[in-house]
Structures are given as structure tokens and as C-alpha cells.
């Protein structure tokens, strides 16, 4: 199972067939720490100097709902969610925003491996929207969480551009 396959990567085994081929440990904590540790390290030193500052993590839906066959992918973006949680109580006080964004599906590259004829029917059934959401959208987003103005009481949320996908249940 994937649960018993996650639990050997992390103590430090192989796992053939995970993420189409065998994964080690020390894969999947570089790609955590690539994914969670590494944007925050490197910004927060000057966003604590000058007690401002506006830091925004691309998170995933497959961090909340998982997704068959992307263990690692799922579990960083997921951990992206909590490490925002986390940082916006730390770091709010000291005037720094933390959130994170999760998008639903997009045309991205990544996506045009998995998305079958199939899939996309099944995506597109499960989306009140219908449709996939655009760059624009995806960039309107981002923009709302940095904005001085509409943005400023927003920290520690997780804010979902998926046209519904996560809202719908079987």
C-alpha cells in the first residue's frame, strides 16, 4: 500500500514503483526541504530585519486530498500547508504574512503526463467550474495574498483556486 511504501522511505528504504521508480529516504527529505524549508530560509532573515513582509507558498489540492502514486509530492505539499500555519503564528506578531496557495488543475506541463482522455473527463465531472483554471486566475490569486490593501488580514490561510474541485464530496 502506499502507507506501508511511505513508511519504508522514510526509515530510510527503497520503494519501487513510487513516483514511477524506486525513491530512497534521502530523495524524499531533499525533496521536502527543496519544497518547504528552502524559500523560507533564504527570505526570512530580511522580511525579520525590516518586521514586514509577505511570504506565499504554492501548495497543492493533492496536499489535501492525496493522490495515487505521488506519495512524495503529496506529503510536501501538504507539509507546505502546516509549515505556513505555523510560520504565520510565529512570524505575524514580527508584521511577515505567511500563506499558502493550493491550485486545482491547470494546463501545466506537469499535468499533460497524467491527463488522459479519461482523466480530464473525471476532473472535469468532479469541478463545479467545468473547466480548468487559467494562468490569469492562478496570478490573481497570488496577487490578492501579496496586496498591501485587499490582503493585509490575510495570514496562515491556505487559499484554494480549484473552481470547486475540493468543495465536492461522492
Request: hydrophobic letters at 40%.
Amino acid at each position: 500500500s502506499s502507507t506501508e511504501r511511505a513508511l519504508k522511505l522514510e526509515q530510510g528504504g527503497e520503494c519501487p514503483g513510487l513516483g514511477g521508480g524506486a525513491v530512497r529516504a534521502q530523495e524524499g527529505r531533499q525533496a521536502r526541504d527543496r519544497s518547504r524549508q528552502g524559500p523560507a530560509r533564504r527570505a526570512a532573515p530580511g522580511m525579520l530585519k525590516a518586521r514586514k513582509g509577505r511570504m506565499i507558498f504554492m501548495s497543492s489540492v493533492v496536499g489535501l486530498l492525496g493522490s495515487a502514486g505521488q506519495v512524495n509530492y503529496a506529503a510536501s505539499k501538504a507539509g507546505l500547508v502546516g509549515l505556513t500555519k505555523t510560520l504565520a503564528r510565529e512570524w505575524g506578531p514580527r508584521g511577515i504574512r505567511v500563506n499558502a496557495l493550493s491550485p486545482g488543475f491547470f494546463p501545466a506541463e506537469q499535468n499533460r503526463k497524467v491527463l488522459t482522455p479519461d482523466r480530464i473527463a473525471k476532473v472535469m465531472g468532479h469541478t463545479p467550474a467545468a473547466r480548468f483554471g487559467s494562468p490569469e486566475e492562478l496570478a490573481g490569486a497570488i496577487l490578492l495574498l501579496a496586496s498591501p490593501k485587499a490582503g493585509s488580514f490575510l495570514t496562515g490561510a491556505n487559499l484554494l483556486v480549484d473552481g470547486g474541485f475540493t468543495a465536492m464530496t461522492i
